[in-house]
């Protein structure tokens, strides 16, 4: 068990809809990162919040979004959903912003868009 | 960050060392190189890292060449819950902490 939560575990939804996809980070890591599972696509990191900031950006589409609150959570969202975006979604999260200190991952959303 | 170079997939017999290769020529000074693994489709898992002395822990042990241009990770005693992807990633310290993950090996375990 890495100590990092995401709900809900799989979420089964139209196309054109909006989901939001829930993380709590580890007890004391102050680092939050998305990133998405698709087939065809390997991991892909999606965004990385520290503190409550947004810290880097990668491969996110503008129809995603994402926050960090002041407890450290942070929820995805996901808007205006398409076939393609059915993946497995991962959050993970570390002790700092930019240390040597590992990411631990979460066990993911499994998204499906119908 | 260094790109990464891992063969696609690897055998491995059930109780013998699994020895997984990692080339990373273009790395520079402030790079570390991490392993996770990922078993099916659950949250990739954090192994090892280090920056230029071999490193030990409980699940492996992360060979790195004295020119840091390769390293090895090494499962003692691999069993068959060890099979799963593996991905080698180098990371520079000072920039943010995201990981990016290439393809990685598959590692099989055969009884």
């Known amino acids: 068990d890495s100590g990092v939560t995401q709900t809900p575990k799989h979420l089964i939804t139209a196309t054109g809809q909006r989901v939001t996809l829930r993380c709590s980070p580890r007890?004391?890591?102050?680092?939050v990162y998305w990133y998405q599972q698709s087939l065809d696509q390997g991991l892909q990191f999606l965004i990385q919040y520290y503190n409550g900031e947004e810290r880097a950006k990668g491969n996110i589409l503008e129809r995603f979004s994402a926050q960090q609150f002041p407890d450290l959570h942070s929820e995805l969202n996901l808007s205006s959903l398409e076939l393609g975006d059915s993946a497995l979604y991962f959050c993970?999260?570390?002790?700092?912003?930019?240390?040597?200190?590992?990411?631990?991952f979460g066990n993911g959303t499994r998204l499906t868009v119908t | 960050d260094a790109k990464t170079t891992q063969p696609p997939s690897m055998d491995c017999a059930e109780g013998r060392a699994a020895n997984l290769p990692c080339n990373h020529s273009?790395?520079?000074?402030?790079?570390?190189v991490y392993w996770y693994r990922q078993i099916h489709s659950q949250g990739p898992q954090y192994i090892i890292h280090?920056?230029?002395n071999n490193e030990t822990n409980e699940m492996a042990s992360l060979i790195i060449t004295e020119d840091r241009k390769s390293s090895t990770l090494i499962l003692p005693h691999a069993t068959l819950r060890d099979t799963a992807v593996y991905y080698c990633i180098v990371r520079v310290r000072d920039n943010n902490n995201d990981m990016r993950f290439g393809a990685g090996t598959r590692l099989t375990v055969k009884p």
């Open positions: 007890s004391g890591d102050l680092s």
């Open positions: 273009t790395i520079s000074g402030n790079e570390y």
């Open positions: 993970a999260s570390s002790v700092g912003r930019a240390d040597n200190s590992p990411l631990h």
């Open positions: 280090g920056l230029k």
